[in-house]
């Protein structure tokens, strides 16, 4: 079918590569071919590929007046351009293009550029003097017709020469060791720019970013915090990561916190946060934080005189604040900028008199026509005949990014009947839960199944052991963790699953509907109240195949009976995160797959109890001294 022609005209440019991840060089390399190509280059390339640098440098040894469209491309896909000068640099037109482009691309793309002064002084360079300022004059007496070009190059060559970078002066100096040691410095720099996923189809991202790019000063000598404040699903994290992409190699170190409201529930949590934090900054082996107030100390003593981008994302408590970042005090560097993202405004201004607050605005209608475009149809335009109901499923979704990518995506292939149909239920109840209640409804049995599984015990856990510990509960995990990145309710980032708290909320409330009354009844429990009143009160059902224990630091001691897991035939995952527990069992239902009970206070494993369902047993530091007889069946598998 054909696109509407007025849909086009939505159309975007193309968003920098640090916010779509889309690097494909780690390093272009500006040269000119007959003064390095065969000597200092050519061994600096070597090197750079030797330890794994994809490293971009032009073999084509004939070139014509203009620079290549390839090259061009080449230069805004790197992510660090080195520039070698070299005597007869200036005197080749190719060479300043390339030069202006890699320039353009620092201040459009917030790339990087490194320039190695390879037998010629910077100074030269920066006010084109001796040889050669000599190749220059030359080439613009060439091309004196060529104003608008000509006029680009020399301040090119000054802001250039003012980088900082490498100098060979002495022919009699080791190139080898100069070589080494931008080999080095390169190299640091890729490993600490790891770049965070941003989003598949980042539309409105990079007019927010900058605007918070404006708040942040970089380069100001003081200590920023910007706070980004907006409703669920409205895009503050995913607008948090485009500016960490963007700005993040223009300090000491950085660290992106993920998920602290639900990471810091205890103070365990936080002391893991404090601990990310520092390895985040410091790198090297992990230092131990035996508590909050030791992190803080460690934090305050180790990161006070380092220029540092620190991101915490989803802040919802004060305790949080001051474990992390502290008050006016000032625990980081002069230079250090502090981004936090939060639905809770009053909690920013509580913190913190002097900070600024970014409110994230939903996107207009066109940013929305073109982000739900780009997932119902996989192209920024519409198809013939779906005008109107795309404009009734821009208006359901509110203009929330994470509710477009949702309904797009669950339409995506629908013939326009099932889209009128949904839609209809959709305007009905305005509620935006049942945006996401609808694509799960959709989906088959099973993928149901892992779906609530994540959404209730797995989210934030690696995908592998997500995918092994379902497997073994049968149920096709691969496949169905597929389906639900189709879906939009789930992703994938450096190998861990993660999903939206707004899509969590939904999976767990379809869980609470089960039985709304009587938390036994149910499939999965993992509410503090729900689990210790099941476990205590001996209500569990063979409705359960889920338990997690995330108790608060408020909460009672476990007591556990005899016969506390009898009536849980169907139970296939038991994890304990933090309860505290007392008593003993004489039976666990041989369903198991996964038991993450480390310390558990029992003595000994229930003699009736067969392990040969089990996939991962985890009771380190446990009191247990012995096993049943279904013990032998694991030890033999």
Known sequence: MAKAAAAA?????????????????????SFRGEDTRYNFTGHLCTALRQKGINTFMDDCLSRGEEISTALLKAIEESRISVIVFSENYASSRWCLDELVKIL????????????????????????????????LAGLECKYKDNVDKIHKWRPALSEAANLSGWTLLDKHEDESKLIHNIVEGISAQVIN????????????????????????????????????????????????????NLISHKFEGSCFLNKVRESSMTDKGLAKLQKTLLYGILGGDKLKVANVDKGITLIKERLSSKRILLVLDDVNDMRQLRSLVGGSDGWFGI???????????????????????????????HEALELFSWNAFK??????????????????????????????????????????????????????QDVFKISYDALDEIVKEVFLDISCFFKGGRSNYVIEILEGCELNPQHSIDVLIQKALVNIDHGFIWMHDLVEEMGKEVVCQQSPNDPGERSRLWFHDDVYRVLTENTGTKNITGIKVQLLESDNEICLSATTFSNMKNLKIFINCNGRFSGAIDYLPNNLRLVDWPECPLKSLPLNFNLKNLVLLNMRNSHITGFGEGFKCFQQQ
């Open 9 to 29: 005209a939505a159309s975007s440019s193309s968003p920098p590569p640090c916010f779509t991840n889309s690097w494909k060089y780690h390093v272009f390399l």
């Open 104 to 135: 353009d691309c620092e201040k459009s793309n917030q790339q990087m550029v490194l320039p190695v002064f390879y037998k010629v002084s910077p100074s030269d360079v920066r006010n084109q003097k001796g040889c050669f300022g000599d190749g």
């Open 193 to 244: 720019c790891t770049y965070l996923d941003v989003a598949e189809y980042p539309v409105g991202i990079e007019s927010r970013a900058q605007e918070i790019n404006n708040l942040l000063h970089v380069g100001r000598n003081d200590v920023c915090m910007v706070g980004l404040w907006g409703t669920g699903g409205i895009g503050k994290s995913t607008i948090a990561k485009a500016i960490y």
């Open 335 to 365: 230079g250090s900028r502090i981004i936090i993202t939060t639905r809770d405004k009053k909690l920013l201004t509580a913190h913190h008199h002097n900070i600024s607050i970014y409110e994230v605005k939903k996107l207009n209608y």
């Open 379 to 432: 192209s920024n335009g519409l198809l013939d005949g779906y005008a109107k109901l795309a404009d009734h499923a821009i208006r359901c979704a509110q203009g929330l990014p994470l509710v477009l990518r949702v309904l797009g995506s669950h339409l995506y292939r629908e013939s326009i009947d099932k889209w009128q149909a949904i839609l209809d239920g959709l305007i009905k109840s305005r509620e935006i």
